[in-house]
């Protein structure tokens, strides 16, 4: 028998990350395994949110009075991590299921390969993008890079996937909130 003690599921607060969210969930109900949910942020929006303190004064760009506080973002981030999976995901859901939330800053793909191996998961659960076919050709996901290089196995639920309820029905990746 497969067994299933840690759970993995990368989040970038869309609603597109809500099913493999809840997905996990319910799988660490059956299993009795914990989950950690990961939100990573690559160095751009750090770069980003730096240049936002500059003001533009008379000739030019000035730095900010205080310096960028990186712990500062790291904490809102993990706090903004803890608010989504409270407002977002039913109590029910997480009723009963360890939950850790997990905030990096680093290349997002790197970030979710270092919390597997680190977190020893059995798991990862994504939800995969629905992307044009030119943009398949000329990048490949981020679910696709995690599943070549990932030290276990990883599920990827797609944006229009059914998914079979307990009581034997089928809906919607996008109803899963409704269904579960």
Not at 12 to 21: E, H, M, P, Q, R
Not at 56 to 77: C, T
């Amino acid at each position: 028998m497969i067994k299933i003690d840690k759970i993995l599921v990368p989040t970038d607060f869309s609603k597109a990350s809500l099913a493999g969210i809840r997905y996990a969930l319910c799988l660490a109900r059956d299993h009795g395994a914990a989950v950690s949910v990961i939100h990573a942020m690559s160095p751009e929006i750090m770069r980003d949110r730096a240049w936002e303190d500059y003001q533009y004064i008379g000739s030019g760009w000035v730095p900010p009075h205080q310096p960028f506080a990186l712990d500062e973002l790291m904490r809102n981030k993990a706090m903004d991590l803890v608010r989504f999976l409270e407002e977002m995901v039913q109590p029910e859901l997480r009723k009963g299921v360890r939950i850790t939330p997990l905030v990096r800053m680093g290349e997002v793909v790197d970030e979710i390969l270092t919390a597997a191996k680190e977190t020893q998961c059995d798991l990862i659960v994504m939800t995969s993008r629905e992307r044009s076919w030119l943009g398949r050709l000329v990048t490949s996901s981020l679910t696709q890079q995690v599943v070549r290089s990932a030290p276990c196995p990883v599920l990827s639920i797609q944006p229009w996937a059914q998914i079979r309820t307990e009581s034997g029905g089928r809906v919607s990746v996008q109803q899963f909130q409704l269904a579960a």
